[in-house]
């Protein structure tokens, strides 16, 4: 009995120790394809399970992003996708009403939008739809293919497509999907606020063709700043605005022109569909795809058991000991996100609507904050914790946008003596010899710095950073913070806790790279509260009419990207990739923008998935 | 009985007065609300605020819950935010998922308990006891969610015996007999891990009792009459141990609440445990305060048949 106790023991202790260190995954980060701004990555600190051995380091340059091609592909075939999520999917089943990922997950089987994007993240002519623009920007003429059809076999017309804006321009939308995008349409403010019956920039040419005039043309516009899903007119023509997104036709049989129709749905934890034989690119290869909710404990099990080929994301932290997984191919790319540390440099002016730069703050003297900078060693950092799947980020332009990522900023690298030098020469000195630094003026120091909780990791990770504070002789004192109490304080709703100094969050940044939403003067969630004139003209430059040229936008991206590095009132930490791993009976398979693979030719090598050894 | 029951009624309301005013002050104070997930510098923080004025998020507290009681007394628990769906409509979609899971439950917790109880209280201080008894006190100290995650781990994923998430399998109709079919097969598993650990408590009662009855003077006297051995154990200490445990029963429901959150969550379950931590964390205020509510009123319910059981079966307590 005592040996069989002792086995059961253990097990159970070899699971605690899995949960806990699972429990935690990323699903907090949205990551929506539509969304062309910053979105916050919730878990600054999220999580990765410390291994001991110290070989055990990935790059993200090893990984590909497309799944190779073995044996060959059979006709028809389903495979599963899993939906990793701790939570039931919301069923919003429509573009333009949904706002969590997971309902995104399910929309991109059987729904698409109009236009696709490069690598670049560049509208091209491959869509449902093309585009033409005018000789001064302003005007985009959109030719929807006449193949394109709903799944009821009605044709997809530039109605549906007007349709889309005037609903989601209606007062009585209940949407997240109403904001600048929108507004920059001529006539859009006007109809949103009941004085126009139309709305005067959207013209319809004829049946196929649409014509959309906007008010600022900035180089932004072809990043994603497009409408580009229709709403069925057909379908939801005589129902009330109010009413349609928690209507049957999103709920229950919902629609779209993608490569496959949504057969049943269990609310909340799966979905089949069939094939769209009409299909505008093509008929699919496969008869169908069952998408089932896959909480991120077990996603490992499922996925060894093949009861899942895909997956639509994977906890990041549960890759290094699933690394060498038989059945599977891992893909990678480069997350659209940096982690970073902030310094408040003022406060927030709502009734302008503008940030007010405090010169007496804390931290506002610029040696201080570099001298944190040297202070901190990302890299050790990402080995330790992450096992090289995330690297020390040097600029606030990530890698995911090559064009704009200034490769040859080295940004400010770690080196203490540095540091403590630029402390010395600034003034800042232990002057009381308690073996923390005063300010120049002789008074104490005490900086605050708060971070999130969540996932394992994150306190020993806040505490690495006031320890390398400390080493340099500041007096950091930690605060973690919970979610929500975390950005009240750091100034959501505008108010910022005055007591706060420094911070650590994470952005996930759009698939334009324009920054102002992030850093500009007017910008909410500019939360350093930091301006500048500089600052001021570069972000304006970069969105100008002179950007259309792609090599001074860049030119423009790289100064501001340097002064940020000399300015520093964020530095970033470190950048993220992203791991997903496919079933290698899989093919035609790819993840990341631009990569011009589409689900339609999705196939598979064997009937049954294959099981780990 | 009849006045019991009244009395017990009339005492519920202000306890599920305070109950709702409780749940809704405190999820007022956590920080946060549904729309703080929405940070998100394409969206205007202009709209966000219109937002929040429009779902009356800025009014102070008492107006709020004021406006909530008096719609949720008509019957209109609000929408949910997140779901965009009437939080009535959303919580009987999961509730059913639940109740099944529940009732599984409750079904498997006797199965277990009385049959182990009474092994174990029959011939206590036997190797059959030891084990049995063994096996409680596992139960009593293995956390609900490490069990299930293991039960999940061996005979899902491990033997591929039973299904390792959802309510039904993905594609199948409402309405046939392989969906009912598919449907028990799929709660199976999570019931049965709740019920090893619900069922321990139980077995020890059992046990107890019939230990205790066994030593009665009515025993000693009905075996100095001659009755067998299995009428004894039927007829007389059987039924006088059952009571209690029958009484235990409006409690158990209130167990189960507890349970199903977690075995909901680990076993992807769709039901009113796994919403309830979702609304929590996303600050999904109209369906958490609904739930709560929910939960509250079953939870005195549970009580209330308790008393009722208790009343019937032991004419003591009965109020005159």
């Keep these: ?166 609903v989601i321009g209606h007062p009585d939308y209940d949407g997240p999907r109403y904001g600048s995008d929108f507004t920059n349409i001529v006539g859009m403010d006007e109809y949103h606020n009941g004085e126009a019956d139309t709305i005067s920039g959207i013209t319809i040419l004829n049946d196929k063709q649409l014509q959309i005039e906007f008010i600022n043309v900035t180089p932004s516009l072809v990043t994603g700043s497009i409408w580009t899903y ?102 990678g790319i480069v997350d659209r996100a940096y982690t970073y540390i902030g310094f408040k440099l003022g406060s927030w002016d709502g009734e302008k609507g503008e940030v007010v730069p405090d010169p007496d703050k804390k931290v506002a003297d610029v040696n201080l904050r570099k001298a944190m900078w040297h202070a901190v060693d990302n890299t050790a950092v990402a080995e330790r914790f992450y096992h090289g799947l995330r690297w020390n980020a040097t600029t606030l332009i990530p890698p995911s946008h090559p064009e704009f990522h200034d490769e040859t900023n080295p940004g400010i690298t770690f080196d203490p003596e540095q540091a403590k030098q630029i402390l010395d020469e600034a003034g800042y000195e232990d002057v009381t010899g308690d073996g923390f630094r005063e300010t120049p003026e002789g008074e104490e120091l005490v900086i605050n710095f708060a971070s999130m909780t969540g996932g394992d990791i994150a306190e020993p990770l806040a505490r690495y950073y006031v320890q390398s504070w400390n080493n340099i002789g500041l007096n950091v004192e930690l605060d973690m913070l919970e979610f929500n109490t975390f950005y009240d304080r ?15 969050g994470a952005w996930s940044v759009g698939i334009d790279v324009d920054p102002t939403g992030l850093y500009g003067r007017n910008a909410l969630f500019n939360f350093p509260r930091y301006a500048s004139e500089e600052n001021d003209r570069l972000l304006a430059e970069g969105v100008s009419e002179a950007a259309f040229d792609l090599e001074y936008r860049k030119e423009i991206y790289q100064q501001w990207q340097q002064l940020m590095v000399e300015e520093i009132p964020v530095f970033p930490t470190l950048y993220r990739s992203e791991v997903v791993p496919v079933n290698n009976r899989v093919q035609n398979y790819a993840i990341g923008d631009g990569t011009g693979v589409y689900l339609y030719e999705l196939a598979v090598t064997s009937d049954q998935p294959l099981v780990a050894e | ?35 703080t997930g929405l940070i998100d510098p394409s969206i205007d923080p202009a709209a966000i605020e219109a937002m929040r004025e429009r779902l009356g998020l800025n009014n102070p507290w008492y107006v709020q819950y004021w406006d909530w009681i008096t719609r949720a007394l008509q019957g209109d628990l609000g929408q949910s935010f997140f779901f965009k769906m009437p939080v009535a409509d959303l919580i009987g979609q999961r509730m059913v998922n639940t109740f099944w899971l529940s009732l599984a439950t409750l079904i498997l917790t006797y199965l277990i308990a009385i049959p182990l109880g009474i ?27 490490i069990t299930a995650l293991l039960m999940l781990y061996i005979f899902g994923f491990q033997f591929g015996w ?159």
């Excluded at chain 1, 959501?492 to 005055?498: E, I, L, Y």
């Excluded at chain 2, 029963?249 to 209130?254: D, K, P, R, V």
Aim: proline share 4%; net charge negative.
């Design chain 2, 1 to 35: 009985m009849w006045k019991l029951m009244v009395r017990r009624i009339i005492i519920m309301i202000p306890q599920i007065v305070v109950l709702s005013l409780l749940v809704f002050m405190l999820a007022k104070a956590m920080p946060g609300d549904a729309l």
């Design chain 1, 490 to 504: 750091v100034g959501q709703n505008g108010d910022d806790d005055p007591t706060l100094d420094v911070y650590m």
């Design chain 1, 230 to 331: 229709p709403l069925a007119k057909h379908i939801f023509g005589d129902m009330e605005v109010a009413d349609m997104s928690s209507s049957p036709e999103v709920r229950e049989h919902p629609t779209g022109f993608g490569p496959f129709k949504v057969e049943t749905i269990v609310p909340g934890e799966s979905v089949t569909y069939v094939k769209n034989e009409d299909y505008w690119r093509g008929e699919p290869n496969l008869d169908g795809v069952i998408l089932k909710v896959v909480n991120p404990n077990t996603v490992v099990q499922e996925l060894q058991t093949g009861g899942v080929d895909l997956v639509s994301s994977f906890p990041v932290d549960q890759f290094p000991d699933n690394a060498e997984m038989s059945n599977v191919e891992w893909l």
């Design chain 2, 162 to 320: 039973f299904p390792t998430g959802g309510s039904v399998s993905p594609g199948s109709t409402p309405g046939s007999a392989e969906y009912v079919i598919d449907k028990i097969y799929h709660l199976l598993l999570p019931a049965l891990s709740m019920a090893l650990i619900t069922t321990v408590s139980t077995v020890q009662y059992l046990r107890c009792e019939i230990i205790d009855t066994k030593q009665k003077d009515f025993i000693i006297t009905a075996r100095a009459k001659g009755a067998s051995e299995q009428r004894v154990y039927h007829r007389h200490i059987l039924r006088n141990s059952l009571l209690p445990i029958a009484a235990l029963f409006g409690y158990e429901i209130t167990g189960l609440i507890g349970g199903t959150i977690f075995i909901e969550n680990i076993f992807n379950y769709p039901g009113m445990g796994q919403l309830f931590l979702e609304s929590i964390t996303r600050r999904d205020y109209s369906v958490m305060t609904a739930l709560v509510l929910l939960y509250g009123i079953a939870a005195i319910v549970g009580a209330l048949i308790s008393d009722i059981i208790l009343s019937i079966v032991d004419p003591r307590i009965r109020i005159k």
């Design chain 1, 1 to 166: 009995m005592t040996k069989a106790m002792k086995g059961v023991l253990t097990a159970m202790l070899i699971l605690l120790l899995t949960l806990a260190a699972c429990s935690s995954d990323d699903s907090a980060t949205t990551d929506d394809e539509v969304d062309d701004s910053g979105q916050d990555a919730e878990n600054a600190g999220d999580d990765e399970e410390e291994e001991a051995e110290d070989d055990g380091l990935f790059s993200i340059d090893d990984f590909s992003n497309m799944k190779a091609s073995e044996g060959d592909a059979l006709e028809g075939g389903t495979i599963t996708f899993g939906l990793v999520s701790d939570t039931a999917f919301e069923g919003t089943l429509n573009y333009n009403f949904y706002s969590g990922n997971p309902d995104a997950q399910i929309l991109q089987w059987f729904d698409e939008s109009f236009l696709t994007w490069d690598e670049n993240y560049v509208y091209t002519q491959d869509g449902a739809a093309t585009y033409e623009t005018s000789e001064d920007g302003s005007v985009f003429t959109f030719t929807i293919r006449d193949n394109v059809n709903w799944h009821d076999g009605e044709p997809v017309t530039a109605e549906d497509w007007l349709f889309a804006h005037e």
């Design chain 2, 119 to 145: 092994v174990s209280g029959r011939y206590n201080d036997t190797l059959a006891d030891r084990l049995i008894t063994g096996y409680t006190y596992v139960g009593f100290a293995a956390p609900l969610f």
